[in-house]
């Protein structure tokens, strides 16, 4: 310290390690990755279950995804471009989400300890994150995956197809799980780290975007299951056409 302060003196400057800037970019990196892929999430399920409207309904969506309105026909290419960047930012995330996991079993342990004896609601909420966040790394791997490379079968059979025949609801009913929890825990937390919706009395604050994430899992898991008990009935109907691809009620009707 003394010696420092000589060097300085004599130097004119400071001798003090700057502190590295690299953990709060990494940490602004995480949460705003994680903040687009909730936000991602919310509109995917909406245009999801657009299928509990009509299939033609669904159909139009997958359409206007394949900017038919542009493209004669529509085209898969834009499907692959967004779904790939979806994939990207979802293993940005992920990997800057490494940095935060317990790194041996005693670790985690002594976290699981640690969150019993204080019985913290936030370090429980925390650990629920860690854990669904774990999960994801698989289930939406392996979805995003599928979806990657096939992005020209998606539309009311194609995806009730998949759902039922190819019996993808086993992986679809987890990650859905997974992800309500992960996601609604994720903007809890970020609106309690950056201060949103806060209104001058913390307690009273976190009560109510406690109760806001409830809620948020709880429309999202139901709307989910809906959906996915859509897709099954259509697709257990339309086993037997397996493959077989979803005209629209206009066209049947123009060609009768
Ligand atoms: C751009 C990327 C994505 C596209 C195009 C996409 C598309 C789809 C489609 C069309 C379905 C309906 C079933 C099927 O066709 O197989 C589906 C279901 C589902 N996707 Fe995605 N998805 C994407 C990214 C994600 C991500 C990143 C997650 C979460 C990590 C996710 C979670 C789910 C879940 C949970 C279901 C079941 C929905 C339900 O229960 O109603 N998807 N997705």
């Not at 996991?101 to 699981?112: G, T, W």
Request: hydrophobic letters at 50%; glycine letters at 6%; aromatic letters at 14%.
């Amino acid at each position: 310290m003394f010696r420092d302060k000589i060097v300085e003196s004599i130097l004119g400057k400071t001798t003090q390690k700057k502190k590295s800037r690299v953990p709060a970019r990494l940490d602004f990196l995480q949460s705003a990755t994680g903040l687009f892929l909730a936000i991602f999430m919310i509109f995917h399920m909406f245009f999801v279950s657009t299928i509990l409207i009509s299939k033609d309904f669904m159909y139009a969506v997958t359409k206007a995804f394949e900017l038919d309105f542009f493209i004669d026909g529509g085209s898969s290419v834009p499907v692959f471009i967004a779904i790939s960047i979806v994939a990207i930012i979802f293993i940005l995330h992920a990997f800057l989400a490494l940095r935060k996991f317990p790194i041996s079993y005693r670790q985690a342990l002594r976290l699981k300890t640690f969150s019993n004896l204080m019985n913290h609601g936030d370090t429980k909420l925390w650990i629920v994150q860690v854990v669904t966040g774990f999960a994801l790394f698989f289930l939406g791997s392996a979805h995003l995956y599928t979806m990657m490379t096939n992005p020209s079968n998606i539309g009311p059979f194609a995806s009730a197809d998949r759902v039922y025949s190819d019996m993808m609801w086993t992986l679809y009913i987890l990650l859905l799980i997974a992800v309500e929890f992960h996601g609604a825990i994720g903007l809890y937390r970020l609106s309690m780290k950056w201060g949103w919706f806060e209104n001058g009395n913390p307690r009273e604050s976190r009560e109510k975007l406690k109760k806001a994430k409830w809620i948020l899992s709880g429309v999202m898991l139901t709307l989910g299951v809906a959906t996915l008990i859509a897709y099954a009935k259509i697709g257990a109907e339309h086993q037997a056409h397996y493959g077989e691809r979803y005209t629209p009620q206009a066209e049947v009707k123009n060609e009768n």
